[in-house]
Structure formats: structure tokens, C-alpha cells
């Protein structure tokens, strides 16, 4: 039988400190569930809407013993954070890097805090809107814009997939074409612009810790195999195989952008440059990092006497058959492309001393600079950019270049990966013929 009812609760008298019993300010309800259990839930402290939600739980309880009961409706009914905690496992399985994790989450609960939803059944399209709308006036980028929208896209597919929810509510919702709005594109360096900023930085003082040599190095391997700076960063000795007939540099899975173990074969021309600066290195340990520029937490290296290394971003502790290694820095290597571009740019500068007109030239030239007129970068992530503009100029066709790339959409590698200057546009209409001529 059900019934209404006030809770007697203990409480501290503000004017005489003392503890008095007194009724519950909600009414609360009294019911037997599907299973015949007696429960007590706190309703509404008006008596009549408390009385109206008793009769919404009695009715569940029937359409329960009916079998008519929506599973769906509870789940709508659960408290978002209880859905979060079941996502981050489910993306967890998937076996996405922590830093994934944790950015997919923080953007989610921003975008929850603003609605102010507390259920999954809370969750509409109106809310995302005006959260990315104010997003947008602060002047935030549409790519910024496009992650928080596909994260609450990506939690919201999950609910519905998982019987969570009736329907994506924010399924219909474009992204922007960031196109329109481009705030850090990058540019891929000439020639004779990348052989300027290796012989710069090879001769150049150390930055953020790395050594000239140890630069030029990072910068030879991240343009002619296109890996990114966690891939660099993971590099041992291990990594590489210069012995066979065709060389190779391995990156491990857990440091690959895509999760998987990925081998690029090594040009002859970097083969040698490798050799003569590992005889610079001297000694080198198996599980030594040669290029230690990005922090990885939760690195874990096992030797042949089963002693496990690991490295954590924020401290590092033994225990056990576990040996605490240093934790490694972050490096900025942007830091490091735009200083080295801008010595090299004096440099280059300063061979003109003696011709005025030409040093003129120079200096309102583009050439080395780290962001030119058109507000294009060249940053340390251009030299993957580098990489890939450097396939199409030796004319390796677009699926190949994929391949090499290590991208799961071709568009990406020609669209935003493959760049044409001006010299080669310059050159490619001097090659067309004009109206009369001949066909040869």
C-alpha cells in the first residue's frame, strides 16, 4: 500500500543550540516495488505534487509487473555523471592515449555545466547551440569549435548505441568549415629554406635544452620520414635497424598517433647522416631516449633481466623490480624551429650587406621566416608537412603518399598536408602553351 508521509529528522536549534526532532520540510513516499520491496524515496514538499509523483513511481511499478517497462527511461533518468564514468571506460577499451581521454571529457562536462543538465534525458540541441555560440563571440577558432561539437557528438552517438537515450538530440548539428577560418596553417619549407635551418642549427647554441647537432637531427628525421614529435620523442636505438639492405625506424603503438606499431623505411641520404651523428652520441643504452622533446606519462620499457623502466610526466617512483627513471620534459619545439629560422634568416640576410637593392629584397622577403605574409607557420609540425609536400613533388602518386603518410583519408594527406609555392605555380602556367602553337 502506498502512502505519504513527513520524515522525523534531528536537527540543531539556531537559537539554542540544542538537537530537536521535527518533521521533514519534503513529503516522502511509501511503496512496494516490482519485486516487493518496500521503498522510501523523498518526493516534493508540496503535498499535492508529491502526491502526483507517488502515482507516477506506482504506475512504473505496474507497467513493471506488466512487462511493459522502458529500460530506456530509467537510463534517461540516471545522473550524467554516472554515463561519463561508463563513457571514459568504453573509450578507455578502445585503447585511446590518456590526453584523448581526458580532452574529450573536460569539453563534455563544459558543455554540460553551461545546460545545467543533471540526466541524460536533460541533453538538447538548444544547449550545445548556446554554448558554442558564446564560444564563437569570446572569438574562439571554428576548429575549436568543431572538437567540442564532435566530443559531445561522440557521447551522445555512445548513449544512443548503448540504449542510453531514445534519440541523438545534437545529431544534426554541422560542424563549421574551418576553411573560413584558418588561425594556425602551416607551410611546408623550401629546399634550400630546410637546408638553411639544419646547417643554422647544427652550428647554433643549444634550445630548450637540445644541442645543435641533437636539433639538426630531429629536424632531418621529422621531414624525411613525416613523424610527429611524440613519435620522434619515443626513438631508442631499438627503434632503428641501419644494418639491413633497407633501413628502418620503428615506432612502438603506444607513441603512434593511430595506436599501431608503424615502420618507415629510411632514405640512404638519412641512413648516413644518422650514423655519423649516432658516432657523436658515443655509448648509447638500449632504452635511452635520443631525443628526449616530449613528455610520456605512464612509459613503461622492459630490459632482457626483466627490470621494468618507467617514466611518468609528473613524478617518478621505485618500487619493487621497478627502477624510477627521470621524468622527460616537454620540449617547445616550436621554440626551437622559430629560433633557429631566425638565425638562419640573419644569416641569410646578411649575405646581401653589399648590394643594397638585394638586401632590401630580403628583408621584405617570406624566406625563412616562421610565419610569412599569409600567415602561414613553419613550426616544427610543417616539417611533417614538409614530408608529404616533398611526395607530391616527386611525383609519387596520391594513394602511395597515403600510405607514407600514415593517414586513414587521402584528402587529408593532398588537402591540407600537400602544398604548392608560388615558384611552382609560376612554373606550371609557363608551361602551358599559348593559342597557335604547335603541339609538339
Not at 132 to 158: D, E
Not at 172 to 197: I, Y
Not at 228 to 249: H, N
Not at 339 to 367: M, N, P, T, V, Y
Request: with cysteine; aromatic share 8%.
Amino acid at each position: 500500500m502506498a502512502s505519504l508521509y513527513k520524515k522525523p529528522i534531528v536537527v540543531r536549534d539556531s537559537k539554542t543550540g540544542k538537537r530537536v526532532k521535527k518533521k521533514s520540510a519534503k513529503w516522502w513516499g511509501r511503496f512496494t516495488d516490482a519485486l516487493g520491496r518496500e521503498k522510501r524515496v523523498p518526493l516534493a514538499t508540496d503535498r499535492r505534487a508529491a502526491q502526483v509523483m507517488l502515482q507516477e513511481l506506482i504506475h512504473k511499478v505496474e507497467r513493471q509487473k506488466a512487462g511493459l517497462h522502458d529500460p530506456i527511461e530509467e537510463q534517461m533518468c540516471r545522473p550524467l555523471d554516472e554515463h561519463l564514468t561508463d563513457f571514459v571506460t568504453y573509450l578507455r577499451a578502445k585503447d585511446v592515449t590518456e590526453r584523448h581521454v581526458g580532452e574529450t571529457v573536460m569539453q563534455i562536462r563544459k558543455i554540460v555545466e553551461t545546460g545545467r543538465w543533471r540526466t541524460a534525458g536533460d541533453i538538447e540541441a538548444g544547449g550545445v547551440a548556446k554554448f558554442l555560440s558564446a564560444f564563437r563571440a569570446k572569438g574562439r577558432a571554428a576548429q575549436t569549435y568543431n572538437h567540442y561539437l564532435k566530443s559531445i557528438k561522440h557521447f551522445t552517438g555512445w548513449l544512443e548505441r548503448e540504449g542510453r537515450i531514445v534519440r541523438n538530440p545534437i545529431a544534426h548539428m554541422p560542424r563549421l568549415n574551418v576553411k573560413a577560418d584558418r588561425r594556425h596553417d602551416r607551410r611546408a619549407l623550401s629546399a634550400d629554406e630546410f637546408q638553411r635551418l639544419i646547417k643554422e642549427a647544427q652550428d647554433g647554441p643549444p634550445i630548450e635544452g637540445i644541442s645543435g647537432l641533437d636539433r639538426a637531427m630531429i629536424y632531418l628525421i621529422a621531414a624525411w620520414t613525416g613523424f610527429r614529435k611524440g613519435e620522434i620523442g619515443s626513438l631508442t636505438i631499438q627503434s632503428f635497424d641501419l644494418e639491413s639492405e633497407v633501413c628502418t625506424a620503428t615506432v612502438a603503438a603506444a607513441f603512434s598517433k593511430r595506436r599501431r606499431e608503424d615502420t618507415q623505411f629510411l632514405h640512404p641520404y638519412v641512413v648516413g647522416k644518422l650514423r655519423v651523428w649516432l658516432k657523436t652520441r658515443g655509448e648509447v643504452e638500449p632504452d635511452e631516449l635520443l631525443f628526449p622533446i616530449s613528455a610520456r606519462a605512464g612509459v613503461t620499457v622492459t630490459r632482457p633481466d626483466g627490470t621494468v623502466y618507467y617514466r611518468r610526466q609528473d613524478r617518478a617512483k621505485s618500487k619493487g623490480n621497478r627502477k624510477a627513471l627521470p621524468p622527460v620534459p616537454d620540449r617547445k619545439t616550436h621554440v626551437m624551429m622559430r629560433k633557429d629560422l631566425a638565425a638562419a634568416r640573419r644569416a641569410w640576410i646578411a649575405e646581401a650587406e653589399g648590394d643594397k637593392k638585394e638586401h632590401r629584397r630580403r628583408q621584405r622577403s617570406d624566406f625563412l621566416t616562421y610565419c610569412n605574409h599569409a600567415g602561414l607557420y613553419a613550426d616544427f609540425h610543417s616539417n611533417r608537412h614538409l614530408f608529404i609536400t616533398n611526395l607530391e613533388r616527386a611525383g609519387i602518386r596520391p594513394k602511395m603518399a597515403q600510405t607514407l603518410a600514415r593517414h586513414s583519408d587521402v584528402r587529408l594527406t593532398m588537402d591540407v598536408y600537400t602544398h604548392v609555392d608560388r615558384e611552382e605555380q609560376i612554373d606550371a602556367i609557363r608551361k602551358l602553351r599559348a593559342p597557335g602553337d604547335e603541339a609538339a
